[in-house]
């Protein structure tokens, strides 16, 4: 098995006659999979798509600043599509030069015009809650609407703290989606404290607090990523950021000359999560994952892994465009049950039904605790990872806001098929679980990993080498 074999480029995006409208607005495929253990193991050097969190926020703030603003390794997934898609309505000009290489001619804090469309978010809630932000200071009017896992999450989390700017909104029951937002003339500066430790609430706050004269004020009860606080000093603005006990006080100066500055977006850690956990999973495997963003803010995942005794070492460590990047090797280990603390969440928050796969596979307990924000993820994912587990026969429990996976050291039995519910990292995860089970596991859906990891299927399967793919059609 060769162990370096040259970079495995992702899947060249499908040509479209218009990356903005046409395949952002069309419905992805019901496509049932199914995964199986592979005859050989994985190896080589792969690169994970661009980070979807850092890939939002170049549209957004490229849109926003004066200039144009030259993005490279943008996710090109329907969920930043979607984005690129809204921030055109909004009159800025996004144009695609080459696969993840975008440019964004901006038009200035407070230059967005009226949108003659509803936005239409898809699937993602960081797009819809951002721009809920960007819209909530700019005098027009506009309608938010997703897809129907979209029009079931809260959105009052945002709308309850940018109305303090004046802004005005009106949703359906719950405030959820389709959402109707009529932006302030005149914003006032926000001063809030989060209940919940929400990257999206937080960067909600400071977008809308860019077109706002005055001191935006933002607390969270403890730290989540701070992309958009790294972005907004990137792009000129005055960010000052200070520890409040186990959380952080930002503070940003509303109306900042956003100069436009060029991005290159890291590998999502979030997505490579799939792999390092298929790599530990799989006998025999070595994987090099090269330039994945390491944001300590977002690598409780690579600490869980190794408490449970994973090796996983990072080289070429580097910093690109203001966040640090590595080149992370993994190989094939035994892993061991382990207590997940409930303030480690906000650094893995996406990362905790493939966790739960990982915890399928070792031997002893796992419990992960104080999940309760699982619960209004594109899924129900607190519930649906249990019942992926369950279905795959995995002995599992949820006590409260704690997942619990006891793990034999043993691969567990499979052959059970899972409700995705329209969530991307459900249907990666059981597909990752079926790598690892004695009979495959089917999913009932996999369209949706289009929305944060185009490519993963030839990914993986490119990575093994035998000629039979170990996922394919189900
Ligand atoms: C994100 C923040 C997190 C995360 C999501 C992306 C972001 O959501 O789950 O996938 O880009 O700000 P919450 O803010 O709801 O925790």
């Not at 000359?257 to 290159?264: G, N, V």
């Not at 006590?399 to 459900?426: E, F, K, N, S």
Request: net charge neutral; aromatic share 2%; hydrophobic share 45%.
């Amino acid at each position: 098995m060769p162990l370096d074999r040259p970079a495995v480029k992702p899947a060249p995006v499908k040509p479209a006659p218009c990356m903005l409208c046409a395949r952002a607005m069309s419905a992805p495929a019901v496509t049932p999979f199914l995964a199986r253990r592979p005859a050989a193991p994985l190896g080589g050097t792969l690169a994970v798509p661009g980070d979807k969190s850092i890939s939002h926020r170049a549209l957004m703030f490229g849109a926003l600043a004066v200039g144009e603003t030259r993005i490279a390794g943008l996710l090109e997934g329907e969920d930043v599509l979607r984005t690129a898609a809204a921030m055109r309505a909004l009159g800025a000009e996004v144009v695609r030069d080459g696969p993840g290489a975008w440019r964004v001619a901006g038009r200035g804090i407070g230059g967005l015009i009226e949108p003659a469309e509803v936005l239409d978010m898809g699937n993602s809630g960081t797009a819809a809650r951002l721009l809920a932000g960007i819209l909530a200071s700019h005098p027009i009017f506009a309608v938010l609407t997703g897809d129907a896992s979209l029009r079931r999450r809260p959105m009052r989390r945002v709308t309850e703290p940018l109305a303090l700017c004046g802004a005005r909104f009106d949703g359906r029951a719950g405030g959820r989606l389709p959402l109707a937002v009529r932006g302030a003339a005149d914003a006032l500066p926000i001063e809030y404290r989060l209940p919940v430790a929400s990257a999206q609430v937080k960067s909600a706050v400071l977008l809308c607090g860019l077109n706002a004269a005055g001191l935006t004020r933002v607390e969270e009860p403890a730290a989540t990523r701070d992309h958009s606080e790294n972005m907004l000093r990137h792009f000129g603005a005055e960010v000052t950021v200070e520890s409040a006990g186990a959380g952080r006080v930002i503070t940003l100066l509303g109306q900042p000359e956003l100069r436009a500055a060029d991005i290159t977006v890291p590998g999502d850690p979030s997505s490579a999560a799939f792999l390092i956990v298929a790599a530990l999973l799989v006998p025999g495997t070595r994987l090099r994952l090269t330039g994945v963003g390491l944001n300590p803010l977002r690598t409780g995942l690579l600490v869980t892994l190794r408490e449970m005794g994973a090796v996983l070492t990072v080289e070429n460590a580097r910093s690109e465009g203001g966040e640090p990047v590595g080149d992370i090797v993994v190989t094939h280990a035994a892993l061991r049950g382990v207590e997940v603390p409930p303030e480690r969440a906000p650094s893995m928050i996406d990362e905790y039904p493939v966790l739960a796969v990982a915890a399928a596979c070792a031997e002893g307990v796992t419990r992960m605790r104080g999940l309760h924000e699982l619960r209004v993820k594109e899924s129900d994912r607190l519930a649906a990872t249990a019942a992926l587990l369950a279905a795959n026969g995995v002995r599992v429990e949820i006590a409260g806001a704690d997942l619990i996976v006891h793990g034999t050291g043993r691969p567990p039995q499979g052959g059970g098929l899972v409700a995705t519910q329209m969530d991307h990292r459900l249907a990666m995860s059981a597909l990752v679980l079926g790598l690892a089970t004695a009979e495959p596991v089917r999913v009932d859906d996999a369209g949706f990993i289009d929305t944060s990891f185009p490519g993963f299927v030839a990914l993986i399967n490119s990575a093994i080498a035998d000629p039979a793919p170990a996922l394919l059609p189900a």
